[in-house]
């Protein structure tokens, strides 16, 4: 009919008898003159309506025309302005653009010289401030390391008296295992006064000590004098020196300098071992003997203040030094650390000298990467200057050499000696200075790249204005495309809907017009006839039988209806991931023949031949088609099962059987072919399954089944093929069939079948040629002790709950006392009718508040409510606020939540509050008793309030009552068409 199907959906809306506002209780029955009065008036108002819908089109069309006509005269000119405004525009736009890149390209150029220089900048303060650090750190540790040997000799040695006849046991891997950083010596002086007794008494100590002490060789400690402490240069007197450069001391005296103090500084032991100037007197050179008496004044002072905590050590000014040690010759300084006995720490009894090579401190304090630094190490009267390189410092000469050529940046004045020694002591700093080379380092062509990427980024804008246009449609199209498509998806959902809803309003209406014939009424235009029908108060077969497909047909276009909102809400499930399965055990060859008879009618009324075909099964690999059923089957395949969700796994076959009869022409073939692929005997493995209610069973993996709907239908091209598993994807719909779908059955189908670990894939050969739908699925051999209690030839599954015998002859349904809660008045009384009508005992609530004070009654009279049903969306209380409170006060009846709200968090949310079970609307009373067989609910005995179930899951109960519901845990069992509340 044409008004069962307008274009559009608003179209219709006058058509539509308007509703009674919410809570407003209308009559149900009203006398014929009240009717008849409605009518008139609502035929009265549809008349006007129309009478008016077509009045304003016809006042549109021709303001439209009108101003259509006033646009093309004007339509040249305005084109003609708006396109030199353009041009204007864009012509203004390129000079800004031009005057903005010359800008932008000298502020990058500005800028990334600038942010060179900082970088430089910032690099240069962190190399000069570790540098500086490390070489404190250094001179620091060196200090510490010849205090604590200079300790460590004076505890040995305590007794002034005693010495200069001492030494340290050990003094060498004493010296070596203090871990200094640097190389350089530590030397053990004592003071020995010259001439006399105490020279002779120590120099036989001293070898002694060498030769028969420490295993020295014979020569250590010989000059070419002979044996003794020994200086370099002239004697006293002016005599030459020896072959070998060295005069024997036997006063204080030294060619160096002229004021000194009467004493000796032989070098007794070095971490050197056997080295090869021991006994050289230390105070024979100048720098030394500086720093010597610097520490001799300081030591006097602390003996007459007593202040031993005083620190007198002294380092000497800056010398060469031609070392032998691992490091090369090069500027140095002399540590000059005093030994105090412990038990006379007033006494100056010897000196620790330590020995620090300036180039292999300062390789310590730079990175391996570093270039083009100068550094001076200066004191207030010398300077050597060094150059970084690769991180090594490599002696550049005396003197400060640093570049002056250019104004670089510099660190100057740090000192590196600080707090460690004396007041008087050398003060030692070290300047750092950045050269050209190290700015080359920092110099890039990024100013210059910055400058032309500016230009670039400028005529990148030019072209990115000049596409605008292009975009600007190209989204105004998209924009388009997207509100076509919604305007589709509403057409869809509009024809869909509408249709079996026509078909359901005109069918209740027929049934309506035939009971009031049968009660005598009359209604419009009724014909006398239909009371023919009747004999006496008794109603002929033939009319009941009609009433009957009638009811049928009105049931079945109900169920199309909410079938489309239920296509919807799966896939939203695939597409948002919630899909959940409930598994069992399913005898897939039973199920693919009771699915493929569902359809044999459909079938027949296109003149298509519809097939099952078994035959591979039993190693027939011809094309020949041999239809058979599933008792053909061999035997070993009988005990095979898929793992899956029953319901859905069929909505999948359904749905490609359905779309095969669709495509198929009418005289055409329709075969859906089964055979199996079985896995190698090395590969089949057992593995453990985990089914609904927390049941697991041990399987065999066989290998795979697969099931194909093969039709010589209209075919698809190569295109299609790679598209038909899109969302909304049709392909000529209306050429091919009445109807065009939703274009969501195959992306549903392949994201249900992709959970149960399968694949869904399509093959055609092109237009004409038909199509392939291939579905594989895993395939299962359930093990020994289920086949010797099974018969592979009975149609009940192990464990699947959808087996082909009737559950009936096992169970039977309890009569119950019920409880149904719903604020729609009808949807109430239409249930407690057919509860009551199934033998049922109910009773209802028109809200979740009134609903909980009458389970608190029933309570309370030792009569609770063995069921209860419980609507979702209620005013004063919803049904999840009604549930738990319930189980608060104790409530253990079974409740069942009805909704129309199917999504799953709205599911979950109804159990988590309480509900056992919950229901999709629309109701259907056979999935409730379904419902209550499976969780094994009975009524409550005399006296039983509390019903301890099954289970894990706890619900917070009162503080006198905790129970246990397994139903909480239950899965969500579909009925096999998810519904919605329409």
């Known amino acids: 009919m044409q008004s069962a199907e307008p274009l559009h959906p608003e179209d219709d809306s006058s058509s539509r008898p308007a509703m009674p506002p919410p809570g407003l209780r209308t009559s149900r029955t009203s006398s014929p003159t009240s009717s008849d009065t409605h009518a008139k008036r609502r035929s009265t108002n549809h008349v006007t309506s129309s009478t008016r819908k077509r009045g304003g089109s016809s006042s549109t069309s021709k303001t439209r025309s009108i101003s259509s006509h006033a646009t093309t005269s004007d339509k040249t000119p305005a084109i003609l302005q708006t396109s030199k405004s353009v041009l204007y525009g864009r012509l203004v736009f390129l000079v800004v653009l031009v005057t903005a890149a010359a800008g932008l390209g000298y502020a ?5 010289a600038a942010a060179q220089e900082s970088q430089a900048a910032s690099r ?24 604590s040997l200079a300790l460590m000799v004076g505890s040995a040695n305590p007794q002034a008296d005693a010495w200069p006849n001492v030494y340290l046991d050990g003094y060498t891997s004493i010296a070596r295992s203090l871990g200094i950083v640097t190389e350089g010596s530590l030397s053990f002086c004592p003071i020995v006064q010259p001439g006399g007794a105490q020279q002779a008494s ?36 002016g005599n030459a020196t020896f072959p070998d450069g060295r005069f024997p001391s036997t006063t204080g005296w030294t060619y160096h300098r002229r004021d000194h103090k009467d004493i ?17 007197n230390v105070y024979f050179e100048h720098n030394r003997a500086a720093a010597i008496d610097n520490v001799m004044a300081c030591s006097d002072e602390r003996a007459q203040t007593q202040d031993y905590e005083r620190e007198c050590g002294s380092i000497t000014d800056l010398m060469w030094s031609e070392t032998k040690a691992e490091v090369d010759p090069g500027p140095a300084g002399m540590m000059m650390v005093p030994i105090y006995p412990r038990k006379d720490p007033a006494k100056l009894t010897g000196f620790i000298v330590g020995k620090q090579i300036w180039h292999d401190l300062l390789k310590h304090g730079f990175e391996s990467d570093v270039n083009g630094l100068h550094v001076v190490l200066r004191t207030p009267t010398r300077a050597h200057t060094y150059r970084i390189q690769d991180g090594m410092a490599v002696y550049a000469g005396e003197g400060d050499l640093h570049d002056t050529s250019a104004h670089l940046f510099s660190s100057v004045g740090t000192r590196i000696n600080p707090r460690y020694f004396s007041n008087n002591t050398v003060p030692y700093y070290m300047d750092i200075y950045a050269t050209q080379d190290y700015m080359l380092a920092y110099q890039t062509n990024n100013p210059k790249t910055a ?9 990148l804008t030019a072209l990115l204005f000049l596409g605008y246009d292009y975009f600007v449609r190209r989204e105004f199209h998209d924009k388009k495309k997207l509100l076509e498509a919604k305007r589709q998806f509403v057409r869809y959902v509009s024809h869909e809907v509408r249709t079996p809803l026509n078909t359901v309003c005109l069918g209740l209406t027929l049934l309506q017009h035939d009971f009031a014939s049968v009660l005598g009424l009359r209604r419009g235009s009724q014909s006398s006839t239909t009371t023919t029908k009747m004999v006496g108060d008794k109603i002929d077969k033939e009319r009941v039988e009609e009433w009957m497909q009638l009811s049928t047909q009105v049931f079945q276009n109900a169920d199309a209806a909410v079938g489309v909102l239920s296509d919807l809400l799966n896939y939203d499930k695939i597409q948002m991931g919630t899909l959940t399965l409930e598994l069992s055990l399913i005898p897939i060859w039973h199920s693919l023949e009771r699915t493929v008879h569902e359809f044999k009618i459909a079938a027949l009324e296109k003149r298509v031949h519809l097939t099952i075909d078994f035959s591979r099964l039993n190693g027939k690999d011809d094309d020949d088609v041999e239809a058979c059923c599933s008792s053909g089957v061999p035997s070993d395949l009988g005990f095979c099962k898929v793992v899956g969700d029953n319901v859905k796994l069929t909505q999948v076959f359904r749905n490609l059987i359905s779309n095969g009869l669709k495509f198929s022409r009418e005289g055409g073939n329709l075969i859906v072919r089964v055979f199996e692929k079985q896995l190698p005997e090395h590969k089949r493995r057992d593995e453990i399954v985990a089914l609904a209610k927390e049941e697991r069973v041990t399987l065999i993996l066989r290998g795979d089944v697969v099931i194909q709907v093969i039709d010589d239908g209209v075919g698809m091209t190569k295109e299609q093929t790679k598209t038909v598993f899109d969302d909304g994807t049709q392909f000529n719909a209306n050429k091919f069939q009445a109807g065009g779908g939703s274009g969501l059955g195959m992306n549903i189908s392949q994201g249900v079948v992709s959970q149960h670990d399968g694949k869904l894939s399509a093959h055609s050969g092109g237009l004409g040629m038909g199509s392939i739908f291939t579905v594989t699925l895993p395939l299962y051999e359930t093990n020994e002790d289920e086949k010797s209690t099974h018969d592979p030839t009975d149609a009940t599954p192990l464990k699947d709950g959808s087996g082909g015998k009737e559950e009936d002859s096992e169970f039977s349904i309890p009569k119950l006392n019920i409880l149904v809660v719903d604020d729609a008045v009808s949807n109430r009384k239409l249930c407690i009718r057919l509860l009551q009508r199934s033998g049922h005992t109910c009773e209802g609530a028109c809200d979740g508040k009134e609903a909980v004070e009458m389970v608190k009654k029933a309570m309370e009279s030792g009569k609770p409510y063995d069921c209860i ?23 253990s009846s079974y409740i069942a939540g009805v909704t129309g709200n199917v999504m799953s968090e709205d599911v ?52 006198d009552v905790a129970l246990s519901l397994s139903s909480l845990a239950s899965l969500e069992r579909n009925s096999g068409q998810p519904f919605f509340d329409v």
Do not use: W
């Open 202 to 237: 120590f120099e036989a100590f001293a070898y002694d000590l060498f030769y028969n002490t420490s295993n020295y060789d014979n020569t250590t400690g010989v000059s070419a004098f002979g044996r003794g402490i020994f200086s370099f240069g002239k004697g006293p007197h």
């Open 264 to 280: 000796l500084l032989p070098f007794l032991q070095s971490d050197h071992g056997a080295h090869p100037v021991l006994m050289l």
């Open 108 to 112: 990058a150029y500005a800028l990334m």
């Open 451 to 459: 400058c032309i990427g500016a230009v670039l980024i400028m005529a």
């Open 869 to 891: 049903l419980l609507d979702y969306e209620m005013p004063n209380m919803n049904g999840p606020e009604a549930c738990e409170k319930m189980r608060k006060m104790g409530c």
């Open 908 to 959: 979950d949310h109804f159990r988590n509050c309480g509900a056992n079970c919950v229901l999709p609307k629309p109701f259907r009373l056979e999935t409730l008793e379904e419902q209550l067989v499976e969780d094994g609910v009975t009524p409550f005995e005399q006296d039983e309030m509390v019903r301890v179930e099954s289970g894990g899951n706890l619900v917070e109960m009162g503080d």
């Open 124 to 147: 240069f303060d962190s190399i000069a401030e570790r540098a500086l650090s490390v070489a404190q750190l250094v001179v620091q540790e060196k200090k510490k390391a010849t205090d």
